[in-house]
């Protein structure tokens, strides 16, 4: 944020305007190569994709995703909502099979199935988004609120005037394993907090 002419205001305890945050996820088996995500958010956007006519929404208007794949891409609205194959013509040529059961109810079905699976007690009732699927993508969408703190993070110089970043410019790389970033420690703070003498998480 420019607090004045080509002065940078710093305001370490609140998000950004905007941000665009790129996570790289490494091969595994169940995907050809890496996979990338590009998080924007602020009004950033992707380019538009080629195969969209000029006068198709992009997304819904304002929020959405673009898959980019090795045969086309595709499509949603906000939160994954509506997806539609590009170019929109090959929605009418291209029929895919329903494979999972959808939830009833849309967003307020998925709350109700989250307490009806508390009532029912831990693996008694079978849920679209369990821990093992939840857990992993929370996990990922907070390693990009940790690339926007390490951001503005400060270290004084050794002269003593003024700060470094050592956030900026670099790669953060996460070992989930160990739930830390391995090449800037100094953005950990922000992954476990350090609690007071009397009180601790068992």
Known sequence: VYVDEFKRGYFPESCPPSSHVTLIFPKTDKTKGDVTVHWMDGGIQPERPDELGANELFGDGGNGTLFIGTKGKMMASTYG???????????QEVKVPQTLARVPGQANGHYGQWVEACL????????SSPFETAGPLTEALLMANLAVRGYDLQRPKTSGKGFDYPGRGLKLLWDNQQMRITNLDE????????????????
């Not at 909502?81 to 929605?91: G, H, I, Q, T």
């Not at 029912?120 to 849920?127: C, D, L, S, T």
């Not at 953005?187 to 068992?202: H, S």
């Open 120 to 127: 029912a007690g831990y693996g008694k009732k079978q849920v």
């Open 187 to 202: 953005v950990n703070r922000f992954v476990k907090r350090d609690y007071r003498a009397g009180w601790k998480l068992a």
């Open 81 to 91: 909502d509506d997806p539609r194959l590009l170019p929109l013509s090959r929605n």
